[in-house]
Nanobody, 126 residues
Framework: QVQLVESGGGLVPAGGSLRLTCATS????????KGWFRQAPGKEREFVAA????????YYADSVKGRFTISRDNAKNTVYLQMNSLKPEDTAVYCC???????????????????WGKGTLVTVCA
């Protein structure tokens, strides 16, 4: 069984910060690339960030680069997304994801990942 459970979403003013957490279980462990995607109302799913198995490599969408930081704790099977300087356009449901294939860098923006969580809502008010 595969589980990805997000937490940490909420309502925040523009310029504020939030930290999202995704706890993974089942066969999703340190051998999986992990990432975050988001979907705003009426829009398609959008890649946000990805991190390699050992955390040495990361890749970000241009829209969040310099503001968001992805990290992972393999001992806890957890991946995080620290979001700073939030903007109203960051409002979306944020989903964590995991993929068993080797690190693909910018490919995740095109192909997504294999396993998905249900998401947590982030609302940034102006």
């Amino acid at each position: 069984q595969v589980q990805l459970v997000e937490s940490g979403g909420g309502l925040v003013p523009a310029g504020g910060s939030l930290r999202l957490t995704c706890a993974t279980s089942g066969r999703i462990n340190s051998n999986y690339v992990k990432g975050w995607f988001r979907q705003a109302p009426g829009k398609e799913r959008e890649f946000v960030a990805a991190i390699s198995r050992n955390g040495a490599n990361t890749y970000y969408a241009d829209s969040v680069k310099g503001r968001f930081t992805i990290s992972r704790d393999n001992a806890k099977n957890t991946v995080y997304l620290q979001m700073n300087s939030l903007k109203p356009e960051d409002t979306a449901v944020y989903c964590c994801a995991a993929d068993p294939a080797p690190w693909g860098g910018n490919l995740y923006a095109l192909r997504g990942m294999r396993y998905w969580g249900k998401g947590t809502l982030v609302t940034v008010c102006a």
